[in-house]
Every structure is written in C-alpha cells, then in structure tokens.
C-alpha cells in the first residue's frame, strides 16, 4: 500500500494563479483532512471529509475549496492565490471503525505564492 | 481556539527527562498526540479519551486531566529518536463526534548526545 500521496510535492504560483492539490489514499478510509502548516502555527484545519461526496468547513476555510468525488481521492483548490496562502498543505485519513482514531498524514506539499 | 502547549522548545541530552503540557479553553473530550520529524509528516502517538485510562508505551506516556483540560506527555530516558516536534489535538464532544481536530502550536524537542 502506497498510504496517503500528495501531488505536487512543490509548487510556485504567482498572485492571482490557480491550482488543485490532489490527495489520494489506497486504505479505503472514510475520513479525509487537508490541514495547512506554517511556522509556529502548528497544524490547522482548512476543510475535511466524512465520507464520499460530502465536505465540511474547518477552522481556516477562506480562499479553499475542496471536493470528494471519489471515496480514495480528496482535492484542494485554490481559485485565486494569494501570498497568505504560502504554507507547507497536509492531507490525512483515517478510517471510520478504528479505535485508536490515528489519522495518516501524506507527505506534504509546500506551496510557495509569490 | 488552539491548546496551548508549554514549553515551546527543549532541548535535553540523552538520558534525561521531559514534560510536554496541552491546556485548552474548551472542556475536552479527547487528547491527541502527533510527533513530527523535520521535513516529514506528523506520527500518531497516542490518543486520551475522557474517563479513559492514562496511556503509554515503552518510554513514552501521557496523562488526561478532565479537570483542569490539560494534557501532559511524559518522555522518560529520551534518546536521540525522540527529537522533533511535538502536538496535541484535542476536541470537545462536539468536534469529536464531527471528527475534528484542532492541533496546538507544537513543542520542539532537541535530544542532544
């Protein structure tokens, strides 16, 4: 298994540009996270998933929009980026019947917006 | 609100003792805890649920005071692998059961020789 993989592992966008980050998971997990990182600011909820072709808002929604489609897959888009958007993005998973509520983190994408 | 963690960063030789602590405003119904090496993903450590049992494995462990709405994690006899960065997660029983978490802003511990 190939766990959870983001794609891109870099990007460089300049103000104004689009973009969608993919996530993509092969363990059949029901829930499904994005979360931005940014230096001293630890770990923050953008939007995440409960399941298939369901959404929902996290603590720093603005500027994101995100969709499920597919079970396996989660995207993020950026519709117009903004330097503020500059942060190392996230993806996790985790399954609905797991007692220990582990989520997988991918590896990351750092997005630099200049 | 994101849990305050304290220290924001230690640094210990090998050998020694930590403490890391997690305090939240919101009365907490779980406590997760995630480590994180630089440049890679966040781990899962452990997880705390209210009225549930103080956790641990080998050298690491934590505690969950409902009281209070703290959390600690216990890092005894450290050795150079326990290096990076440290967060809790926690949520109250309405994000819990919306899945969500909200991380602290982390805790760099630095193991040295």
């Known amino acids: 298994n190939a766990g959870v993989t983001q794609t891109p592992k870099f990007r460089v966008l300049k103000t104004g540009q689009s973009m969608t980050l993919l996530c993509a998971q092969d363990m059949n997990h029901e829930y499904m996270y994005w979360y931005r990182q940014d230096p001293g600011m630890g770990l923050r909820l953008i939007h995440y998933?409960?399941?298939?072709?369901?959404?929902a808002k996290g603590e720093v929604p603005d500027g994101y929009n995100v969709s499920r489609l597919k079970k396996q897959n989660f995207l993020l888009g950026l519709e117009s980026a903004a330097p503020s958007q500059t942060s190392v993005y996230f993806c996790a998973s985790r399954p609905r019947r797991d007692t220990t509520y582990e989520q997988y983190f991918g590896p990351g994408t750092r997005l630099t917006v200049t | 609100q994101q849990p305050v963690q304290s220290p924001q960063a230690v640094i210990l030789r090998e050998g020694e003792d930590a403490v890391i602590n997690c305090s939240s405003s919101k009365a907490l119904y779980s406590v997760h805890w995630y480590r994180q090496k630089h440049g890679e993903a966040p781990v899962f450590l452990m997880i705390l649920l209210k009225g549930g049992e103080q956790k641990g494995h080998d050298k690491i462990s934590a505690s969950f005071n409902e009281k209070k709405q703290q959390s600690s994690l216990y890092l005894t006899a450290s050795q150079l692998s326990y290096s990076g960065t440290y967060f809790c997660?926690?949520?109250?029983?309405?994000?819990?059961?919306?899945?969500?978490?909200?991380f602290g802003t982390g805790t760099r511990l630095t193991i040295i020789p």
């Open positions: 998933s409960v399941g298939e072709g369901t959404t």
């Open positions: 997660g926690t949520s109250d029983w309405k994000d819990f059961g919306n899945e969500k978490l909200t």
